[in-house]
């Protein structure tokens, strides 16, 4: 094999495993500034990686749907468990429709890596720059040079820079002439104002909502963190929120209205964790008291709580966000193959481009089903 690769795979994630695992042509190099290959993949779903959803379609993404929808239609979660099952790796149902590996998340790393020879693979080779000179992809890195004939961006965006996360993907599309969506981190925590600091005091307490936010419901567990607020139905809030207010059914569909007349107290009747149930009557001025004992505006003041409106501060930022929304304009990217429309041989697949599913699998989905269409166009030509 020469010096020049034919393609030249930039991150060794989801999507860039995947599209190096299906690809005919052996000449190719896999890049990764961390030490292992898939070490995103390593930590997600609690370790077990929630690798794809029973119901993936475009609308559970933030993007553009018409670029999406065929992308997924082409290789969705059936084709993906059918592809890793072929493999070996049957992933079991644990959640809802959400799929993960049986035993731990090193399952489909490994699976993913099994074909890869260290003759394909640059570990601990961080990418500076890209550059093109003679029709070739000149890869500026801190070990060297690599150049290839066909490049496949797939470095991710900027969450969780401890394990590699380094916003070189947008670079390297602006560097093209690419557009990049203004980026900012989701499927993340929020951070609160003044008037929620009482719930810093409520940590490690988590009760199931439904949290209304652009017109989206989104049911799940919230959780009381140190910092704010997190858990399932605040991550997927976090994906649409942009500012302002969202709306929280601190009841989760319980109608207080129809207990009116209960001999209950406050505290015994509400389906709350009782911490939540006091904090909040502190805040409300309230004694804890039979529900028929209550005034008119007193049941109203309570009733709040079934559209508790909320205005984050902030979130908790790239460090802790599962995903960065935005990213490579999808504008520019031909969805049958994954190709620029601007470049000739430059691919753009996964997390980099401008396309963020909600939680339940559906990142993993993306990575998988963009990999598919990329590795499809490569093997052809
Ligand atoms: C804690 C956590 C849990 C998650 N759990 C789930 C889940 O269960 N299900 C789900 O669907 N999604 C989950 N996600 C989201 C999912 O991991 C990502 O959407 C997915 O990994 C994106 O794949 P990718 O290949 O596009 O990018 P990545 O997996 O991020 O891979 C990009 C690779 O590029 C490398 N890279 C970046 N910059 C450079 C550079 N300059 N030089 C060399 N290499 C570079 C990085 O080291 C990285 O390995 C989770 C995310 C996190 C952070």
């Keep these: 094999m020469s010096n020049i690769k034919e393609i030249a795979i930039i991150g060794a994630g989801a999507s860039g495993l995947f599209v190096a695992a299906s690809l005919r042509n052996n000449d190719f190099i896999l890049i990764d500034s961390n030490p292992k290959i898939g070490a995103k993949i390593a930590i997600s779903g609690g370790g077990k990686c929630n690798i794809t959803n029973g119901f993936v379609d475009a609308s559970h993404y933030v993007g553009d749907s018409d670029f999406i929808a065929p992308i997924l239609d082409g290789f969705g979660s059936k084709a993906l468990l059918k592809w890793l099952q072929e493999r070996g790796l049957h992933p079991v149902v644990k959640k809802e429709h959400q799929y993960f590996c049986p035993n731990s998340a090193k399952e489909i790393v490994e699976l993913l890596g099994a074909s890869l020879s260290p003759q394909n693979l640059r570990l601990n080779t961080l990418v500076g720059q890209v550059s093109v000179e003679k029709g070739l992809f000149v890869i500026a890195t801190n070990r060297g040079v690599i150049k290839a004939k066909k490049l496949v961006v797939a470095c991710g965006g900027l969450s969780y820079a401890t394990i590699g996360a380094s916003g070189i993907g947008y670079a390297i599309a602006q560097d093209f002439g690419h557009s990049v969506a203004k980026t900012s981190p989701a499927l993340v925590g929020f951070t609160l104002q003044k008037e929620q600091f009482f ?63 209960a001999n209950k107290l406050i505290s015994t009747l509400l389906p709350l964790p009782k911490r939540l149930t006091k904090a909040f009557l502190v805040q409300f001025d309230l004694i804890d008291k039979p529900i028929k004992e209550l005034k008119r505006n007193e049941l109203e003041v309570l009733e709040q709580l079934s559209a508790y409106t909320f205005a984050p501060a902030g979130n908790f930022g790239y460090s802790k966000a599962e995903v960065t929304r935005g990213g490579v304009s999808t504008h520019e990217i031909d969805n049958k193959s994954m190709r620029s429309l601007l470049v000739d041989n430059l691919y753009f697949v996964g997390e980099v481009l401008d396309v963020t599913g909600q939680l339940g699998g559906y990142n993993f989905q993306w990575a998988f089903s963009s990999a598919y269409q990329c590795a499809k166009d490569l093997n052809a030509n």
Excluded: C
């Excluded at 209304?212 to 910092?227: C, I, M, P, Q």
């Excluded at 994906?239 to 007349?261: A, C, E, P, V």
């Design 199 to 261: 719930f810093k005091e409520l940590s490690g307490v988590s009760t199931p909502v439904v949290i209304t936010v652009e017109g989206r419901a989104f049911g799940g567990s919230l959780l009381f963190a140190h910092k704010g607020i997190s858990g399932p139905a605040v991550l997927n809030a976090s994906l649409y929120w942009q500012k302002g207010t969202m709306s929280i059914d601190f009841l989760n569909g319980f109608k207080l209205s129809q207990h009116r007349n």
